[in-house]
């Protein structure tokens, strides 16, 4: 299957600092991006939805301004998690798919830690 | 909203087959995946089957979809000591684009 690469894969940073996260779709071209959040012994939950050149759309409860995606080309997406403090430690996974009915093909997964 | 569903726990002997199920809602699924994350790792994708298959078997793997009572089950043949995670389901609804992951069900494999 296809390969999307995320890393880094562990991050400890100070609270009130950020952190970015790539996540590179290394042989397809990865129009539309999903960016996962699970917290310990729970399932993954959807933060985001974007579209390569177009705006994240955002799922219900999670603030725009601190968690910041940019989907500028095909095969690359960040997530920036601003400002962060000890609350936003999780576990971080990316997936991305090409075209529409298409399977999506996850990253390894980033765990932030705050401190 | 979308919404999937599995048992939380699951014990098994060793040799024995373990079967996972899963229940979602969304009738416009275009895929149905089964991941496993061990301890502190990232998501492994195990197998994944088409909404118009009704099975898919894949060395120890055999996965069962019935579409018209939307349940999803994995069945792993001799199950090993390394087999011991948390599997998820997962429902790739096409008209939303998106991916929804079920409670996910840890799986204790007894020696």
């Known amino acids: 299957g296809a390969v999307v690469s995320q890393h880094p894969s562990r991050v400890i940073c100070k609270s009130g600092t950020s952190v970015k996260i790539e996540c590179r779709s290394l042989?397809?071209?990865?129009?539309?991006m999903f960016w996962y959040r699970q917290f310990p012994k729970q399932s993954l939950m959807l933060m985001a939805t974007?579209?390569?050149?177009?705006?994240?759309?955002?799922e219900q409860g999670v603030e725009k301004d601190k968690f910041l995606i940019n989907h500028a080309s095909l095969t690359l997406s960040t997530l920036t998690v601003t400002s962060a403090h000890p609350e936003d430690s999780s576990f971080y996974i990316c997936?991305?798919?090409?075209?529409?009915?298409?399977?999506?093909?996850f990253g390894q997964g980033t765990r932030l830690t705050v401190v | 909203g979308e919404d999937v569903e599995q048992s939380l726990f699951l014990s098994v002997r060793e040799g024995d087959s373990s079967v996972i199920n899963c229940t979602y809602t969304?009738?416009?699924?275009?895929?149905l995946y089964w991941y496993k994350q061990e301890p502190g790792a990232g998501l492994q994708l195990l197998t994944y089957?088409?909404?118009?298959?009704d099975m898919k078997q894949d060395q120890r793997l055999t996965v069962l979809l019935n579409k018209k009572d939307k349940h999803l089950s994995l069945r792993i043949a001799d199950t090993q000591t390394g087999d011991s995670a948390i599997y998820f389901c997962?429902?790739?609804?096409?008209?939303?684009?998106?991916?929804?992951f079920g409670t996910g069900t840890k799986l204790q494999v007894i020696p």
């Open positions: 997936s991305g798919k090409q075209g529409t009915n298409t399977e999506a093909f």
């Open positions: 042989d397809f071209q990865a129009t539309t």
């Open positions: 974007s579209n390569e050149g177009s705006k994240a759309t955002y």
């Open positions: 969304d009738s416009s699924s275009t895929y």
């Open positions: 089957i088409f909404s118009n298959m």
């Open positions: 997962a429902d790739h609804s096409g008209g939303y684009q998106k991916v929804t």
